[in-house]
């Protein structure tokens, strides 16, 4: 018997097809077939401190802890910093992805996810994001979900002009290193920036193990944690999104937490949210409470794991 569906919300006749985005990506995947003829070490190196410094501080500290869960606090300039480097890794302007991301925790896996793998793991990892909706979604959306940022002229400068500083980034990399280390610099880190962030959404919500019975399927998964500087203890994080610790057993590194801490450290962060022992084993028995009160039909739509103790 066919299992029941869990729909996502579907692309409708208000959703299109973004042809440019597509081009785009054509255009940056293409650049890694330019790797023989123009690898250098040093542009090797150069990517990877890119890659780190606008995906790992931008996107999963600034964008993902501070801005989506408001997991710690710091001073505006920092906060605007970080959303800055964010912003570089051009995955659109902080206010959508920031509107976007709680959405799918409002709704993971079920109807109203953005990308849930419940629709096909392909889905979930890139296709969803070539389905543009109209003007009217995008409003709601932000004002919905992200009327705190909407509120503040910076954020709607980064939303507005997120392609035309990624243009600047590209004239800079230009300038530093010419056409090869445009490749490298923006195509290149941008096509691995993409991906280890898109894995959060597909790889970590399908594959791997759970520490909680949390109502969705994410799961925590290592080389998706690696590649996110941590962001792939995913179900640590459905379970506590307001926590700025994902990784929570001791082979669980996560160094974009270690980063929080280490800002912390220097007077850069304050009201770092971080579980307690005793709130983690409450946290433990009500979502197993709540999974076991959950609609059978839904139920079998989760991958049933064995819910390892992180006691
Ligand atoms: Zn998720
Ligand atoms: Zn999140």
């Known amino acids: ?32 077939f330019l790797i023989p003829w123009t690898f250098q070490w040093s542009y090797f190196f150069a990517t990877i401190a890119l890659q780190a410094t606008l995906g790992g501080l ?58 849930t793998p419940n629709r096909s793991f392909l889905w979930s990892h890139m296709l969803w994001i070539f389905m543009n909706p109209d003007e009217k979604y995008l ?14 002229p910076y954020y709607r400068f980064l939303e507005k002009y997120n392609f035309s500083l990624q243009l600047a980034f590209a004239a800079l990399c230009f300038a530093i290193g010419g056409w090869k280390f445009v490749i490298w610099g923006l195509c290149i880190r941008l096509v691995f920036t993409y991906h280890s962030t898109w894995f959060v959404n597909s790889a970590a919500h399908t594959f791997g193990y759970q520490n909680f019975e949390t109502q969705d399927r994410s799961t925590n998964c290592w080389w998706v944690a690696f590649l ?23 082979f669980e590194l996560d160094l974009s937490y270690m980063t929080i801490w280490g800002m912390k450290l220097v007077g850069l962060a304050k009201n770092v949210k971080v579980p307690t022992k005793e709130s983690l084993i409450h946290l433990k028995a009500a979502l197993k409470k709540k999974r076991d009160l959950m609609d059978p039909s839904l139920m079998s739509l989760m991958i049933k794991r064995k819910v390892n103790s992180s006691k």
């Open 58 to 115: 931008g996107i999963c500290v600034g964008f993902h802890r501070l801005l989506t869960h408001k997991s710690f606090e710091t001073y505006k300039p920092v906060e605007y910093f970080l959303a800055t480097l964010g912003t570089l890794s051009l995955q659109g302007g902080p206010i959508r992805w920031v509107a976007t991301h709680r959405k799918h925790h409002q709704k993971a896996d079920q109807e109203g996810d953005p990308h």
């Open 228 to 250: 996110t500087y941590g962001e792939g203890w995913h179900n640590n994080h459905h379970a506590m999104p307001s926590s700025a610790r994902h990784g929570l057993r001791l």
């Open 1 to 32: 018997m066919a299992e029941p569906q869990v729909v996502p919300e579907l692309p409708d006749s208000s959703y299109k097809f973004d042809w440019l985005y597509l081009i785009f990506m054509i255009i940056f995947h293409g650049a890694l």
């Open 139 to 152: 409003v709601d959306l932000k004002n919905k979900y992200a009327k705190d940022l909407q509120k503040q």
